[in-house]
């Protein structure tokens, strides 16, 4: 459906992490009234209803994921059956019921404890700012194939994590610089580089707000198994700890995440 100019700029001001179920919702209802085209009255509308009605859109976590089903392009880990297996838990921990008893007054968005899954590390679901972001990883090795000096692992490489020592014939990973994105892997055609090890990345205590700070990365690869157990041991520490609705990134503390490291470090 077309946007004016004026109803494209309005939507932008609504908070990011509602923004695309109010843009969804101001579609469909413009659709429902006959209209071809959602003019700044139809979003300024759509907006009042929703705001006015925010408790009811509330389910005590957002989990969310960059491409959905139709997949991040740029993948490093598939992350599809590990997005089903932490909806089932969030689920299952009834955080909505937990909230209800913690909060008083209304319930609005920033109650709600957020998950994020991206594939890749450019990350464009901002695993930096939830409470848990985990990222797809393909960490490379070097393998006993001979390299053919082809600079195709060089080319791909953002980070030039990768240069080529041309005297012994084969690359140098400075595994500093590597995000494990695994463009490397696909790009060798010699099988030179391999992947290592594949799985996710975890980042813990992410928040925007008047207070805003960037999630802290757990250290290592975690396999599926290992992430949904960590999303566990949050979820308990979350309900241990927050008492009047707080988010897990306010109560998460330094020492709170060196005890993680101590137990997850692989």
Known sequence: MKWTSEAEEAVKKVPFFVRKKVRSRIENEAAKAGK?????????ATQARFLSNMSSEIKGYQLDT?????????????????LK???GLLKKEDLLGFLKQQVKGDLKFHHEF????????????????????IIGAGL????????????????????NAITL??????????????????????ACPAGTIVADKKGFKVQLGGK???????????????????VVD???????????????GERFAELFTPADFKNFVGHFSP
Do not use: M, W
């Open 66 to 82: 960059c491409f959905g089903a139709s997949g991040c392009p740029n993948k490093a880990n598939n992350g599809d059956k590990l």
């Open 85 to 87: 297996r932490i909806g």
């Open 114 to 133: 957020r998950v994020t899954l991206a594939d890749c590390p450019n990350a464009c679901s901002q695993p930096q700012i939830k409470d848990i972001g």
């Open 230 to 244: 960590i999303v566990k041991k949050c979820i308990i520490f979350y309900k241990s700890n927050s008492k009047q």
């Open 165 to 186: 020592q041309k005297e012994k014939s084969q690359p140098k990973i400075d595994y500093n610089l590597c995000l494990a994105c695994g463009k490397c892997i696909e």
């Open 36 to 44: 071809k085209a959602v003019s700044l009255a139809d979003v300024k």
């Open 208 to 226: 925007l707000g008047r207070h805003p700070q960037l999630a802290r990365e757990l250290p290592g690869i975690y396999s599926e198994d290992e």
């Open 140 to 159: 490379p090795v070097l393998t006993d194939e001979a390299c053919t000096l082809c600079e195709a692992c060089v080319e791909e490489c953002r980070e």
